[in-house]
């Protein structure tokens, strides 16, 4: 049969209507990250002193995980793993104190999300800290648009706007949502785009924070948070110890700053008419002590290190409109690892196939669906900082170094970790249990 001009040309442009409708049905993603938030800093997660209106807002449009983990008790090693999907022994990031993370040379050639994303038909835009080592400018991997930041500062910041320096002036936090909201302004509705918002605070510098945010911690005094005296071997933060009152409240005033921008951007999505097809992530890249303890930061706020429970357990929300529950939470425990294969999911892309991913999709858990029978959900996390590593299940949670005593807790009865059982005898059982998941771990992600 002879076909028709007409018919040619329909037979052509079908397929590329496909791809513009499948590209069209394709979420939206935005992933706002703070940089230590710890889970129970939030009013969604049963905080009554900070003030989180518009996060609580957003887990209530959304579904929470209640247990959801960072890779490492620093920064720049989870962010890697958020990325990356890859457990940092994998991709090398390690952290630095001044916050940008220490990369090796083949750090440039992991595949991230982005790139993953990108490839895919997403626009993919960046605003604020890069972290994963040095970015001279522009980060790369996939991301067409870039506002790093250059300058460790909530004023007058320093960033490189698509590899061009720029002085700023105000206030950092309001700063990442106006280069964001230009991003979002500049999308088309047939095409999905990638928007990271990568803040600063609140595990950033204390000052710097506008008095009328610093004026409603006032008078706080923080009676919920647990703080104990300076324990013997705290060490990063340990000036705040003595007297923690002044730093927790301005670290308060970040976390509200953090809160109302992130309302901000929500509330730009729907200006701009893509609040139905926009999938909206909040979570962090470690957690804080803030005086549980005696101790104030994370991973680095004791020597040796630690990966207690406010180090490394963070927030995870999402909020998918039709798509994911609302007023959810999720029980499984779930870690930064599994974010990428999650995201992949949701975009209908596939994770990278050679790349040894420690990770798997949690997309079915946060839409409500089953898990396979077969393939269950494991329920256990892995992290790991220095020399110390961790296993952690729903019951008992087991640290191992490569000098000192191990650590083993009974989570369920003792959440605050205050009784190292890893010597009892009676939890022998239990830790040869977590030891060789621990061994299996390192042989897949080693």
């Not at 994963?132 to 067409?144: C, S």
């Not at 705290?234 to 923690?244: I, M, T, V, Y």
């Not at 798997?360 to 858990?365: C, D, G, I, N």
């Not at 949670?397 to 009676?426: F, H």
């Amino acid at each position: 049969m002879q076909m028709t001009r007409r018919g040619l040309m329909e037979s052509i442009a079908a397929p590329l209507l496909l791809q513009r409708r499948a590209a069209a049905q394709r979420p939206n993603i935005v992933l706002v990250l703070a940089d230590g938030l710890p889970a129970w800093a939030l009013g969604c997660y049963g905080n009554q002193e900070i003030r989180t209106p518009q996060i609580d807002r957003l887990a209530a449009a959304g579904t929470r995980m209640a247990l959801f983990f960072a890779s490492a008790p620093a920064g720049p090693p989870s962010r890697a793993t958020l990325f990356t999907g890859r457990a940092p022994r994998q991709h090398g990031v390690t952290d630095l104190p001044e916050g940008e993370g220490q990369a090796p040379a083949a750090f440039a050639k992991e595949v991230l999300i982005s790139d993953l994303l990108a490839g895919a038909g997403y626009r993919c835009g960046f605003a604020g800290l890069w972290g994963m080592g040095p970015a001279a400018g522009k980060p790369g991997h996939g991301f067409e648009f870039a506002a790093v930041l250059r300058s460790l500062s909530h004023e007058d910041p320093r960033l490189a706007v698509d590899g061009s320096e720029v002085q700023e002036k105000g206030y950092l936090p309001e700063i990442l949502t106006k280069y964001a909201a230009d991003f979002l302004a500049r999308q088309q509705k047939d095409r999905p785009f990638f928007l990271v918002v990568s803040n600063l605070g609140p595990g950033g510098p204390l000052d710097g924070h506008p008095k009328r945010l610093l004026d409603l911690y006032a008078s706080a005094n923080f009676a919920s948070f647990g703080i104990q005296p300076a324990a013997g071997n705290a060490a990063q933060g340990r000036e705040h110890l003595d007297n923690p009152l002044p730093a927790l409240r301005r670290y308060a005033a970040a976390v509200t700053a953090l809160d109302e921008q992130a309302g901000a951007l929500h509330r730009k999505i729907l200006e701009l008419g893509l609040f139905e097809n926009t999938l909206f992530l909040f979570t962090s890249t470690h957690g804080a002590l803030l005086g549980r303890h005696g101790l104030w930061g994370a991973g680095r706020a004791s020597k040796p290190a630690n990966l207690f429970e406010e180090s490394i357990h963070v927030p995870m929300i999402w909020s998918w409109p039709g798509r994911v529950p609302t007023h959810s939470v999720r029980p499984e425990l779930a870690g930064a690892a599994d974010l990428l294969p999650a995201l992949c999911e949701a975009a209908g892309v596939e994770p990278p196939g050679n790349r040894r991913l420690c990770g798997r999709s949690f997309l079915p858990l946060v839409m409500n669906r089953p898990m396979p029978k077969k393939d269950p959900w494991p329920d256990i996390v892995f992290a790991e900082f220095e020399d110390a590593e961790m296993a952690r299940d729903k019951y008992y949670k087991l640290v191992v170094r490569g000098s000192g005593q191990g650590e083993l807790y009974d989570i369920r009865k003792d959440p605050r970790e205050r009784n190292n059982v890893y010597a009892d005898a009676g939890f022998s059982t239990v830790r040869a249990h977590l030891e060789k998941k621990l061994a299996g771990w390192r042989e897949a992600c080693g």
